[in-house]
């Protein structure tokens, strides 16, 4: 489906953990062989939480939330390219593509080059509002679990404001894609969506995170909009969609640890709401079959 030190850090991968109490070695990467993968020279890595890999041990940045397991290290170690400038920092923003996020994170663009043969980027869902709504979604599902609550609060209106929101974004991606292709024409863009988070039956699971029943098949339908947005961006733009939900399809937080590649709301493996080491890992494998 937004910072320094330890404290940026603590609010970042516990903000939904906290606001619900108020109420109540890498495995080895199966791509192509060294032989077979494709000549990348210089490859940068831009994006959010899900790209840093936000809680996954073991984190190396604490300001940003970045681990040694996100998918660009693993992207790196299949392609060995000339040279790699990882810059993904979790809560980032489109905004945060052209401006510093905190002290320690200048511009992500400060990494793009003119020789730069590849871009992976993951950006959109702090856009629309990512923490927020999980943390709406799970309080007001703790009051109606068998409503709608959620979606209640975000369409009373008579219009759906996330729908209107994922479309306000839509101009924010294709100026980002944009702003890649000025800073480093020569390379390779490749964008992803963001895996399933829910059951993509349209399942909620109350034992495990408290969204309501009618709520789970709405925010499903939205982090697909947010997914579908992304890939028509792509396509105008000049970039690569690679798709990471659809072989998430059935390891998302709802099921065992030993099967989900999301984490949900009480874990020590990630982030709540975000990919685990076998989650960026399997972001890896979509990014290197986007690659060929």
Known sequence: MRSAGKSRTTR??????????????VATLGGAPASAAPSVGRYVALGDSYASAAGVPTQTDSACTRSDRNYPTLVKAALAPTATTDVTCGGATTVHMTTSQNSSAPPQFQALTADTGLVTLTVGGNDIGFADIIVRCVTLGLFAPSGSPC?????????????????????????????????????????????AILPDDGSNCPGVVSIAKGDAP?????????????????????AVYVDTYAKSVGHDLC??????????????????????????????????????
């Open 151 to 195: 979606r209640t609060s975000y369409t009373w209106t008579g219009t759906d404001r996330l729908a209107e929101t994922i479309d306000a974004t839509a101009p924010k991606i294709a100026a980002t894609l944009d702003g890649i292709r000025q800073r480093s024409p020569q390379a390779r863009i490749l964008i992803t969506g963001y895996p």
């Open 255 to 292: 099921k065992p640890a030993s099967t989900r590649w999301t984490e949900p709301l009480l874990t020590t493996a990630a982030a709540p709401f975000h990919p685990n080491a076998a989650g960026e890992r399997a972001m890896a494998d979509a990014v290197l079959g986007a690659l060929g």
């Open 218 to 238: 709405w925010l499903r339908d939205t982090q697909k909009r947010l997914n579908t947005m992304i890939a028509t961006q792509a396509a105008a733009h000049g």
């Open 12 to 25: 970042h991968v516990l903000s939904v953990t906290a606001a619900t109490a108020a109420l109540t070695a």
